[in-house]
Structure formats: C-alpha cells, structure tokens
Nanobody, 121 residues
Framework: QVRVVESGGGLVQAGGSLRLSCAGS????????MAWFRQAPGKEREFVAH???????YYADSVKGRFTISRDNLKNTVYLQMDSLKPEDTAVYSC???????????????WGQGTQVTVSS
C-alpha cells in the first residue's frame, strides 16, 4: 500500500512560480514511477509530467520548458516546479504513484487528494 499527499498549491499571478510536493509512504518509494496530473473545472484530467524510478522525465507539450519534475528518494518526495505560470494552468493538481511508464491516469494505482493551483491574469 502506498499513500501520497500533495502540498504547495495556492494562488499566484501569471508569470509566477509555485513548487508542489508529493510525499509518499508505504512501499519502497524509490522503486515507483510517479506522475502529476491536473484537472481544470469542466475538463478531463490530463497528464502533466512523469518521472521514472531512475529519474527519467517526460512532460506534456503544454508544460514543457516551464515545469520540472524531480524526486528525492531519501525524503520519499516528488516535486513539481512550475515556472512562467499561465491562467490556463489553473487546476487541481494530483500526484499519482505506481503507473510504470504510462501517461494514462487509469494506469496509476495510488492517488493523492489533490492541491488547487490558481493562476490569476
């Protein structure tokens, strides 16, 4: 069993930055692939970024060059550094664990409760 808890959301102006954290517990965290997804009101959940157990990363085109996913296995934590934020980045951001290489939300077993990110124009 794995538990993941997100933190770090909030309100920021366009062009600003936020860093989200996802703290994991339970199974050996360092062996798990992790990902961030987001869901805006009235829209489907969408993939944002993925990091493998070895640290390889992959990003959605919409955030490439602005967001950075990283992990600290000693702290059992995954981060999402979000820079140059845009109003269209406004969404609930969720951390997911144990999905292998997929970017499909259905492929992930463990989910956090989500954290709200609001970007004002």
């Amino acid at each position: 069993q794995v538990r993941v808890v997100e933190s770090g959301g909030g309100l920021v102006q366009a062009g600003g930055s936020l860093r989200l954290s996802c703290a994991g517990s339970g199974r050996t965290f360092s062996n798990l692939a992790m990902a961030w997804f987001r869901q805006a009101p009235g829209k489907e959940r969408e993939f944002v970024a993925h990091i493998s157990w070895s640290g390889s990363t992959y990003y959605a085109d919409s955030v490439k060059g602005r967001f950075t996913i990283s992990r600290d296995n000693l702290k059992n934590t995954v981060y999402l550094q979000m820079d140059s934020l845009k109003p269209e980045d406004t969404a609930v951001y969720s951390c997911a664990a144990a999905g292998g290489t997929t970017i499909q939300a259905s492929g992930y077993t463990y989910w956090g409760q989500g954290t709200q990110v609001t970007v004002s124009s």
